[in-house]
């Protein structure tokens, strides 16, 4: 999963001249997402859906390419 993520975010996230460290904490803030989704969608099935979790993983994503 972290070798993904670290290509996700590589693609998605623009140099700001931080380099390495900057991608770093975003690929730790995606992992970090995705293991909140996970967890809320075992825990509470009836809210955090697999849409739900769809959404708020696109939603994610684009703010890191915005």
Not at 3 to 16: E, S
Not at 47 to 61: E, F, G, I
């Amino acid at each position: 999963v972290a070798a993904v993520v670290g290509q996700v975010i590589t693609a998605l996230v623009t140099d700001d001249g931080d380099g390495q460290q900057s991608l770093a904490v975003e690929a730790e803030r995606l992992l970090a997402t995705l293991d909140g989704l996970c967890m809320h969608a075992l825990l509470q099935p009836a809210w955090m859906t697999a849409q739900m979790c769809h959404d708020v993983l696109d939603r994610h994503l684009r703010s890191l390419a915005a």
